[in-house]
């Protein structure tokens, strides 16, 4: 199966139901018509000399026109490259030369920027105007090969060299079939959408097109606007990435708002933690579901909001449950300790075809057809996967082993603490020393001396932080994890 193939599958089945709707700019498009849009657009780069298989970065926020762009690419053979619109020049331009694309499209927004890549010899051209729905039927696609390449996903930050990951036609039906039986949505219902589209959260939104439902693309996230939107366009699902989450509780508190036709909202495990947690299923009601995966192996594993709620009616926090793995997604634990926990190991159509032009990376992480995710878990009696932190954060110290999801927890028990991050800092007599950063609770004051007694009280000698720093704010990525490069050079900045 291929792009192509489902997109046209979609408009034949709902022609005249609405299938993307772009409330700022009033315009809709219905399948039938995002069907001819995306031939229009294949054709169009004929004209511009984009051959078949060609790479084709873009650079856009989410819009009707960046959806277009980003399914047509694929379903006319060619490879979507998304960019992140938050990166510098140098960086745009590093992933451009890397990927070897032929042609750069940028929404008005990124107008300057453009230009000052296509100063450095990148070819852009302005994507709404490859966008335009024909004004007439236009002859049916082409299947596409299911193991040509589709996409170019980087990844990894804003460190070090580019680094892509591959996926075909194959692997992203293997998500997008993941998707579609895991969320179970009915044609017609409705999916907000106010997350970056980059590097892979367009798939998600794909998948939801190819149910029978609605997409709202309601622009850049406001905390202050989205409940009122979830209300007006009778949501039925929503996603959040962290940052999101996070300003949404800080805005509109945990007290539950009453959304009748709501019913669920997508959270990655990450943000799922703590205060957050709680909160979000207090404001949305239970209404929250659980994915686990990574641009590697997109939506391996699920819990719907109907398993969320009856673990946390049996009394249970449920942080770092990710439900069960997905129709032909295989999960094992390797090398696991006495109590179960190990890295996990996934497998099945969803992975990855490798890391473009790197088959040494390639190597480290794809073996005999499994995936080293890098994070560690444990699959519980009932049969639910935990997450319980990444391999590469465990510390070594006097040779002993220290998770630090352990310690947070420990830290994050005390009432004056808000969030905690435990780190190993090098040591020449312990090889690394157990750390935390702490951010209080507003108001809240504790001594380093303080959070020390508490956590030995609840923890091994060797598990208790050797120093405790206090800032005011963890710096994140927008996904929200730990960027452990600014964390170090903002405790550096402190210690001087």
Known sequence: MDISTLLGQAASKWPAAPALHEPASGRRLTFAQLDQALTAFGQALDGLGVEPGARVALLADASVDYLIADYGCMACGRVRVPLDPALSLGELLAQWQDAGAVLLLFSP?????????????????????????????????????????????????????????????ASLCGVLQNIVMARAALPGDVLLNVRPLWPIAAVAVLAHLLSGGEVVLGGRFDSRQFVYSLRQYRVAYSSLVPTQ????????????????????????????????????????????????????????????????????????????????????????????????????????????????????????????????TGDLGQVRPDGLLEVRGRCKDIIRSGGKSVQPGEVEQALASHGAVREAHVLGMPDLEWGEQVCAVVVLEPGAQVTAEGLQAHCRALLSRHKVPKHVYFLDELPRSHYGKVQRNRLMAVLATAAC
């Not at 994507?127 to 996409?151: C, E, N």
């Not at 943000?271 to 686990?292: C, H, K, M, P, Q």
């Open 109 to 169: 927004a990124y107008q300057a920027l453009a230009g000052q890549l296509q100063a450095q010899g990148v070819h852009c051209h302005p994507l709404a105007s490859l966008t335009r729905v024909a004004p007439s039927a236009l002859p049916a696609r082409p299947a596409q090969p299911a193991q040509a390449l589709a996409s170019l996903n980087y990844t990894g930050g804003t460190t070090g060299a580019p680094k892509a990951v591959m996926h075909r036609h």
């Open 245 to 372: 989450l996070l300003r949404l509780l800080r805005e509109c508190g945990s007290a539950p708002v009453e959304l009748p036709a709501f019913k669920s909202l997508d959270i990655g495990a990450a943000a799922l933690t703590g205060d957050v947690l709680e909160g979000s299923f207090s404001l949305f009601s239970g209404r929250i579901a659980v994915l686990y995966g990574m641009t590697e192996a997109p939506w391996s594993c699920y819990l719907p909001a109907a398993q969320m709620a009856a673990l946390r009616a049996d009394g249970e926090s449920a942080e770092g449950v990710v439900g069960r793995s997905l129709f032909a997604v295989a999960v094992k634990i390797d090398r696991a300790d006495e109590q179960g926990i190990g890295e996990i190991l996934l497998a099945g159509p969803q992975l990855m075809a490798g890391y473009w032009q790197q088959p040494e990376l390639t190597a480290t992480v794809l073996c005999d057809g499994w995936l080293r």
